[in-house]
């Protein structure tokens, strides 16, 4: 049964497909997808946007706020009105950088307060370069993994994401 509704996938939606699936599973599964359909509108998300940093390539925020748990959006070397910044890894690191810290300060947060990082480069020689920028910001030193990857947004070299805490006022 469950092959066969996977096999007609392409005819139905996803969410249909689930549903389907877990109410010819059993409770749980059910219960399962009941949940995670109520938690994706749920009150408590917050949308974080500011002038200060750049504007988001694509129709995403540059920030979530849920709960005290900040998820900032990747970062790319552009300025606030979006026009990227030219120059050297280390150049546009800090722009990624100065991109972050706006968005963390926005959201009521700071760079000491950030838990996990991404880096992603698109050619693992600019690591030193990079590095050589982003440990004079992160100070802290969060948790953090950099991966080389073929191509990134605008075709730029650098992207800095990240996960922060947000205090209680």
């Given at each position: 049964?469950?092959a066969?509704?996977?096999?007609?996938a392409?005819r139905r939606?996803?969410p249909?497909?689930?549903?389907?699936?877990?109410?010819?599973?059993?409770p749980r599964v059910?219960?399962?997808?009941?949940?995670s359909?109520?938690?994706r509108t749920m009150?408590g998300?917050?949308?974080?946007k500011t002038?200060?940093?750049?504007?988001?390539a694509g129709?995403?925020s540059?920030?979530?706020?849920?709960g005290?748990t900040l998820y900032?959006?990747g970062?790319?070397?552009a300025?606030s009105?979006?026009?990227?910044v030219?120059?050297t890894i280390a150049?546009?690191?800090?722009q990624?950088c100065t991109?972050?810290?706006?968005i963390?300060e926005?959201?009521?947060?700071?760079?000491?307060r950030?838990?996990?990082?991404?880096?992603?480069?698109?050619?693992?020689a600019?690591?030193a370069e990079?590095?050589?920028?982003?440990e004079k910001w992160?100070?802290?030193?969060p948790?953090r993994s950099?991966?080389?990857?073929?191509t990134?947004?605008?075709g730029v070299p650098?992207?800095?994401?990240?996960?922060?805490y947000?205090?209680t006022?």
């Amino acid at each position: 049964m469950l092959a066969q509704s996977l096999r007609s996938a392409t005819r139905r939606n996803i969410p249909t497909l689930v549903s389907s699936v877990a109410r010819r599973s059993s409770p749980r599964v059910a219960s399962a997808v009941t949940f995670s359909q109520q938690s994706r509108t749920m009150a408590g998300i917050t949308r974080i946007k500011t002038d200060k940093a750049a504007p988001p390539a694509g129709p995403y925020s540059q920030a979530i706020l849920n709960g005290q748990t900040l998820y900032v959006s990747g970062q790319i070397p552009a300025n606030s009105k979006g026009e990227l910044v030219n120059g050297t890894i280390a150049e546009q690191t800090e722009q990624c950088c100065t991109n972050v810290a706006a968005i963390l300060e926005e959201a009521g947060s700071h760079l000491d307060r950030v838990l996990k990082v991404n880096v992603f480069l698109d050619d693992m020689a600019n690591f030193a370069e990079m590095n050589s920028v982003y440990e004079k910001w992160f100070t802290g030193r969060p948790a953090r993994s950099c991966v080389a990857v073929k191509t990134l947004p605008k075709g730029v070299p650098v992207e800095i994401e990240c996960i922060a805490y947000v205090p209680t006022a």
